[in-house]
């Protein structure tokens, strides 16, 4: 049946030619974007990941003086 509707859809094999370009070009700018990233700002970036959130620790302060 998905195949009979999809023959008679007229220049529906130009989707899967554009998907196909469109999935290849934002991959290559994707991997041409990572390997020009600097080495500082990767390092930067991984040190922000291990610090605490600002916002969640005065929240972990009140909460640990509720139950004292």
Do not use: R
Not at 16 to 25: H, P, R, T
Request: hydrophobic share 50%; with cysteine; net charge negative.
């Amino acid at each position: 049946m998905v195949k009979s509707i999809l023959t008679h859809i007229g220049g529906i094999e130009n989707y899967g030619i554009i998907s196909m370009c469109l999935f290849i070009f934002v991959f290559v700018g994707m991997l041409i974007w990572t390997f020009t990233l600097k080495s500082s700002h990767l390092k930067q970036m991984a040190a922000v990941a291990c610090e605490p959130e600002l916002e969640t620790a005065p929240q972990a302060l009140n909460s640990d003086k509720a139950h004292e």
